[in-house]
């Protein structure tokens, strides 16, 4: 059985719908090929409930070299296979690592850390 399945979708806003479910592929872009402006979304097949986790993160600014770290008071629904994952987002003056799992969000904060000063420094 397949992880996932293709929504055919259409319309925007509050215009926006769902025309049909697949899984194939295949069938669903022969469907959107039918319709106006139908468009292919692929989306995971959930087999478990979400858990309630807080968002961790670390942050550190360019300019002054602070560094913080910080767990969001509020929690998200998180699915088991999003638990382990991490975004990084850097704009060059500004890095933050945002994740559910402390451990990985600090080592992802660590290696792009040492990856930043080792660029500064020329190395």
Not at 78 to 94: I, K, L, Q, R
Request: net charge negative; hydrophobic share 35%; aromatic share 10%.
């Amino acid at each position: 059985m397949s992880s996932k399945v293709y929504v055919v979708t259409s319309g925007e806003y509050s215009d926006y719908h769902i025309v049909a479910v697949y899984q194939s592929r295949k069938l669903a872009e022969q469907c959107a090929k039918l319709g106006r402006e139908a468009e292919v979304e692929e989306w995971p097949i959930r087999t478990g409930l979400p858990k309630k986790l807080a968002n961790f993160s670390c942050e550190l600014d360019k300019n002054h070299n602070d560094v913080e770290s910080s767990r969001n008071l509020w929690e998200d629904l998180v699915w088991p296979n999003e638990m382990n994952d991490v975004n990084v987002h850097d704009n060059g003056y500004f890095l933050r690592v945002d994740g559910y799992n402390p451990d990985k969000v600090k080592k992802v904060f660590a290696d792009r850390v040492a990856k930043y000063k080792a660029e500064k420094e020329g190395l």
